[in-house]
């Protein structure tokens, strides 16, 4: 009875180690690096509203992780 509780343990224990790796596998795959989302040239608005200038620039870029 001892040797089934050991084995339900290992195994568990495995599969959550698998479980992990693959949670980062996957973050670091979709990671983006920085400087690469914010190098698309988009035409400037003829409104009033929004405007993507360099001082919004610099907080996107203090705002990744």
């Known amino acids: ?3 089934i509780n050991k084995i339900a343990r290992r195994t568990f224990f495995s599969g ?3 479980a992990v790796v693959a ?3 996957a973050k670091v795959a979709t990671t983006v690096p920085a400087g690469k989302a914010l ?3 988009v035409a400037e608005p003829a409104g009033t509203g929004y405007r993507l200038t360099e001082h919004v620039k610099k ?3 203090t705002t990744t992780i």
Do not use: I, P
Request: a negative charge; charged letters at 20%.
């Open 1 to 3: 009875m001892a040797d």
């Open 16 to 18: 959550l180690g698998l």
């Open 23 to 25: 949670g980062v596998a």
């Open 39 to 41: 190098d698309v040239v």
């Open 59 to 61: 907080y996107y870029r």
